[in-house]
């Protein structure tokens, strides 16, 4: 599917992406018996397989160990933060964390080269299938701008949602667009927060 991508460069123009089309989701239960046909194992002995390469990728990660597998590519372990509180008891005044503030987030995936060399080879044909475009908005940037300020000076905040249904824009435009907004220091909008957590308000000009 061709998707029509907001403008992240500047270039006023917006960007092609295109995506596979989802037909749904296999569950663990039918990628296993799909392992397991035409072959002389079990679901039940993929099933083993599976858990004890889980529990030793675990391990290894855990022991900072990066680890590749030949045909699935290689994963390393991803560190975050879990506490902005917990500092080192003797460098109370530092930026240095505890260990305890720390912990596994994620896991860092790099797909073998041979992995999607293969999936290549499995499609045998790609089709187009279809185009979903952007939502643009009848009003102006100037005229958007200007929209939010009256929008808050009645409700004191705004969050991403309200000024996507305010403008008539996409969640991911209103996004990038107030983020550009917010850094103007001539625009009146400031943001506070981060994330989902992250508002607007009205700062001074």
Known sequence: MKREMADLNGSGKTQAHYRVMS?????????VEACAQ????TPAD????????????????SSGYSVTI???????????????????????DTEHRNARSLAFTGVNYRVDKRLVYDIN?????????????????PYTKEERIERARQWLREHLLMHVADYAVLNKLSRTTAS???????????????????????????GSR
């Open 38 to 41: 035409g072959s002389t194992v």
């Open 23 to 31: 037909y749904g989701r296999r569950t663990f239960e039918e990628f």
């Open 176 to 202: 990038l667009e107030l983020r550009d907004v917010a850094n103007d220091p001539e625009s009146g909008i400031i943001s506070q927060g981060r994330r989902s957590a992250k508002v607007y308000l009205l």
């Open 46 to 61: 993929i099933v083993a397989v599976i858990s004890r390469v889980s529990a030793e990728l675990a391990w290894q990660l």
């Open 70 to 92: 030949d045909g699935l590519g290689t994963f390393s372990g991803k560190l975050g933060v879990v506490s902005d509180k917990a500092l080192d008891d003797f460098e109370q």
């Open 121 to 137: 080879k499995k499609c045998y044909k790609l089709e187009r299938g279809g185009e979903s475009r952007l939502k643009h908005s």
